[in-house]
């Protein structure tokens, strides 16, 4: 059975939570920054709990719109300051574990962040590692099979020498 499938026959542990409309709803961005040989590179980062790797995301927050809630986690959790696009880019489905030991299935909807810095000082930096890398390496990394879709969409859609993406 190949992840996509395994993923898909967990998260079907967890049929009744998600048409009772009780899934957990996240927003995640996947940060863009220049490569210094051309192109562009993607930021992932590890999860507190398990060091796996993913991008950063958090919960909805009252007053936020999503994409401000995605500029707000990736300083938090990987020191990127940029601008989050308003209109989301795609999601991806995961079991999130919750502090009880318990799984519960969750939805990010993710939104492109263009980097415009990033500092050495921010409040995970000692939770976390960062890697930045081209998002087809990243890809290979993640577990769910939907965010290696959006890197990869994202490798097919990027313009030569730009960091905007033909959408």
Excluded at 70 to 90: L, N, Y
Excluded at 141 to 157: A, C, D, G, I, W
Aim: glycine share 8%; proline share 5%; with cysteine.
């Amino acid at each position: 059975m190949n992840k996509a499938q395994t993923l898909l026959s967990q998260l079907a542990d967890h049929a009744e939570t998600i048409l009772l409309g009780k899934a957990l709803e996240q927003f995640g961005a996947l940060c863009l920054r220049e490569a210094s040989g051309g192109g562009f590179e993607v930021l992932l980062i590890t999860t507190r709990e398990t060091g796996r790797w993913t991008i950063p995301k958090g919960w909805p927050i009252k007053g936020l719109a999503p994409h401000e809630v995605v500029e707000r986690e990736a300083w938090e959790e990987a020191g990127v300051k940029g601008r989050a696009k308003k209109r989301a880019f795609g999601c991806f489905s995961y079991l999130k574990t919750l502090q009880d030991g318990r799984q519960a299935p969750s939805f990010v909807t993710v939104h492109i962040l263009i980097v415009r810095r990033t500092k050495a000082n921010f409040p995970e930096r000692r939770e976390r590692k960062l890697a930045w890398m081209p998002p087809l390496e990243a890809a290979s990394l993640v577990n769910e099979p939907e965010l290696k879709s959006l890197f990869r969409r994202v490798e097919r859609r990027a313009l030569p020498g730009s960091l905007r993406l033909n959408v």
